[in-house]
């Protein structure tokens, strides 16, 4: 089952620097970080803040192709979780063509942003995340991977810095 989930913010990993997308439940309180790349970030926070830039960036160009020959975003999902990875669909209609493209999920997430297409989490994945092996260490995994599920599991909208919504 898939559940509706919004982008709720952008934050920082404390231990790496590396940029968090955080979804949110839109009926539910429970959340989801992705840990993305610096690059996808800005087009996120961009987005999320009415940044525009005097030159296109790669998702505000792909919106445009999609606009100029008639292509429509459905929907966004994040749909698997494989070692430590997440993966997403972007679903479109072209031509009353139904068609599904494997995406990152921080593409995809840059991409609904702009076209305000909804976004959904496999429940499964939802399930997953709370798994993730966090660590290097192989001796702390498991009292870390406790740490940063408690992390995340009370982190209040407040606690992302500009980039909330």
């Known amino acids: 089952m898939f559940k509706p989930m919004l982008v709720s913010g952008l934050t920082l990993d404390p231990l790496t620097n590396s940029p968090i997308v955080i979804l949110k439940e839109v009926d ?69 063509k139904q068609i599904s493209i494997d995406a990152r999920p921080s593409d995809a997430l840059a991409l609904s942003l702009r076209v305000d297409a909804p976004i959904f989490v496999d429940e499964e994945v939802i399930e997953k995340s709370k798994q993730i092996d966090l660590t290097t260490a192989p001796e ?6 406790k740490k940063w599920q408690d992390i995340l599991e009370k982190l209040d909208p407040e606690d992302f810095g500009k980039y909330k919504m």
């Not at 987005?47 to 975003?73: A, C, V, W, Y």
């Not at 702390?140 to 991977?145: N, S």
């Open 140 to 145: 702390d995994k498991t009292e870390q991977g």
């Open 28 to 96: 539910g309180e429970r959340t989801l970080p992705i840990w993305i790349g610096l690059l996808e970030a800005t087009a996120i926070a961009s987005e999320l803040e009415g940044i525009k830039f005097s030159r296109p960036m790669t998702h505000d160009l792909l919106k445009t192709i999609i606009d100029s020959i008639d292509i429509e975003i459905n929907k966004v999902e994040v749909c698997d979780l494989r070692n430590n990875t997440y993966y997403a669909s972007i679903y479109l209609t072209h031509k009353g």
